[in-house]
Nanobody
Framework: QVQLVESGGGLVQPGGSLRLSCVVS????????MGWYRQAPGKQRELVAR???????NYVDSVKGRFTISRDNAKNTVYLQMNSLKPADTAVYYC???????????????WGQGTQVTVSS
């Protein structure tokens, strides 16, 4: 069973930083795109940042220049470094990965359980 295990959320003051991590818990054939999404209360889930297997990235405009997504393919892990946090960044953050479990299977999307990020003074 593929699991994405997230960590690193919490409470931080405006202007502060947090680093989220997400690790794929079992050995698999290949991980394609990985990304972070967030969902604030009463709002739809939105893409925050995404990274391809060869390191190309894209970000939602509201986090450009403040957030950085990266990945360690040897550790099957994706990170989200969040700096200059604002109250508007408060949300549950979800990790997503397009995973190919075996060479003979098509890739499939998987989600983490979510980690709460709260930005408040």
């Amino acid at each position: 069973q593929v699991q994405l295990v997230e960590s690193g959320g919490g409470l931080v003051q405006p202007g502060g930083s947090l680093r989220l991590s997400c690790v794929v818990s079992i050995s698999i054939f290949s991980i394609h795109d990985m990304g972070w999404y967030r969902q604030a209360p009463g709002k739809q889930r939105e893409l925050v940042a995404r990274i391809t297997s060869d390191g190309n990235t894209n970000y939602v405009d509201s986090v450009k220049g403040r957030f950085t997504i990266s990945r360690d393919n040897a550790k099957n892990t994706v990170y989200l470094q969040m700096n200059s946090l604002k109250p508007a960044d408060t949300a549950v953050y979800y990790c997503n990965a397009e995973i190919q479990r075996y060479w003979f299977e098509a890739q499939e999307g998987y989600w983490g359980q979510g980690t709460q990020v709260t930005v408040s003074s």
